[in-house]
């Protein structure tokens, strides 16, 4: 009789029928990509050769710090370059006969002159400085952290690896209906179409924050040290990112009926492209949002933010409230287009 009732209740209450027909089609949506699709794959592989490639950077002799690189067409490290260019090397350098750096003869501004203490305590000075820098472990700190946070993290993740996932799991909520064709069948489902788009977003989101964050964690990891303390700073900018670019391709998903090349084209080309560019049109790339909270944690914790090499960021405050905006607005948009849309094409 109590279960008569219950049944009779939620007939005559259609919010809750939409309210659970909606989390069901969430349930749908969520375990349909436990199967991981062709393009999953290929992010997989991709994330691994990277994943590798920073491993053994991070395991080289050079690693990502500047003292043990070579000097461009030499080779001589950048320490043993500023040890060398100190004056008791410069002497010894001369009483052996040898040329200094190697394959390099002295230059004669180098050239110790006991007979003019001036030129000489000058030109010995400044020829102090390299091996005073190399020498300060601060320097070589920020140096090694920036150079790891530039190449890896703004690089790797933010420009590669960041939307490539999120475009192989939120293009598919949508488009893999539309391939199957069976986006006719689920309009007809006893709920809005606004409460269908969002219910699909919703079930992918899990796996997009699943697979980038997992590839941000991967690469932190693998960068030793310098990863560990990248992955502290810098998962809001990811958890950030991720979100706009999900609701982002999940928009394309919809509209379009190849949304991976889209994606792509989106992806390799005005992102790639439009984020390196300086002025204002920068403004309209998602990463850079993302790469300015990057730039402003490292700013925030003391290293020399400019030597990430973002051009013009903008404040926290700021991309904080143009990210959420593009979660929020690109989600609204996508719920009023796919309201409207008719998709005869799939019958």
């Given amino acids: 009789m109590a279960a008569t009732e219950r049944v009779q209740s939620s007939i005559s209450n259609p919010q809750s029928q939409i309210l659970t027909a909606f989390w069901v089609l969430v349930v749908q949506s969520f375990q349909r990509h436990w199967r991981v699709r062709q393009m999953g794959w290929v992010a997989v592989g991709l994330l691994s050769i990277a994943v590798i490639w920073v491993a053994a950077m991070t395991l080289s002799p050079a690693g990502w710090g500047l003292e043990n690189r070579r000097v461009r067409r030499t080779q001589v490290t950048y320490r043993e370059y500023g040890e060398q260019l100190r004056p008791s090397s410069r002497y010894g350098a001369l009483t052996a006969g040898q040329d200094y750096p190697p394959r390099r003869p002295i230059h004669a501004a180098e050239t110790p002159s006991p007979f003019e203490p001036l030129r000489d305590s000058l030109s010995s000075l400044a020829l102090s400085i390299p091996h005073a820098v190399i020498s300060s472990e601060t320097f070589l700190k920020n140096w090694a952290f920036t150079n790891f946070s530039r190449t890896v993290m703004l690089g790797a993740y933010v420009g590669f690896v960041l939307p490539l996932f999120t475009l192989a799991y939120a293009s598919g909520a949508l488009g893999s209906d539309r391939e199957n064709r069976s986006l006719v069948w689920l309009t007809t489902?006893?709920?809005?179409?606004?409460?269908?788009?969002?219910?699909?977003?919703?079930?992918?989101?899990?796996?997009?924050?699943?697979?980038?964050?997992?590839?941000?964690?991967?690469?932190?990891?693998?960068?030793?040290?310098?990863?560990?303390?990248?992955?502290?700073?810098?998962?809001?900018?990811?958890?950030?990112?991720?979100?706009?670019?999900?609701?982002?391709?999940?928009?394309?998903?919809?509209?379009?009926?190849?949304?991976?090349?889209?994606?792509?084209?989106?992806?390799?080309?005005?992102?790639?492209?439009?984020?390196?560019?300086?002025?204002?049109?920068?403004?309209?790339?998602?990463?850079?949002?993302?790469?300015?909270?990057?730039?402003?944690?490292?700013?925030?914790?003391?290293?020399?933010?400019?030597?990430?090499?973002?051009?013009?960021?903008?404040?926290?405050?700021?991309?904080?409230?143009?990210?959420?905006?593009?979660?929020?607005?690109?989600?609204?948009?996508?719920?009023?287009?796919?309201?409207?849309?008719?998709?005869?094409?799939?019958?």
């Avoid at 928009?251 to 992806?267: H, K, N």
């Avoid at 003391?302 to 959420?324: E, F, I, K, N, Q």
Wanted: glycine letters at 8%.
């Fill in 189 to 347: 489902r006893p709920i809005p179409r606004s409460a269908i788009y969002l219910a699909k977003f919703v079930g992918t989101l899990p796996w997009c924050l699943l697979f980038s964050g997992g590839g941000f964690v991967a690469l932190c990891l693998a960068g030793g040290e310098l990863g560990r303390e990248s992955l502290s700073l810098y998962w809001p900018a990811a958890l950030a990112g991720t979100i706009a670019f999900a609701a982002l391709f999940h928009l394309i998903g919809a509209l379009f009926r190849r949304p991976v090349v889209v994606g792509l084209v989106y992806v390799f080309f005005f992102e790639t492209l439009v984020a390196a560019l300086p002025g204002s049109l920068k403004l309209l790339s998602v990463s850079f949002y993302a790469r300015s909270l990057m730039y402003n944690s490292a700013s925030s914790s003391g290293y020399v933010a400019d030597m990430l090499d973002v051009s013009r960021p903008v404040s926290s405050t700021t991309a904080w409230a143009v990210l959420a905006a593009v979660s929020l607005g690109v989600t609204a948009l996508g719920m009023c287009l796919f309201a409207r849309a008719e998709y005869r094409d799939d019958l």
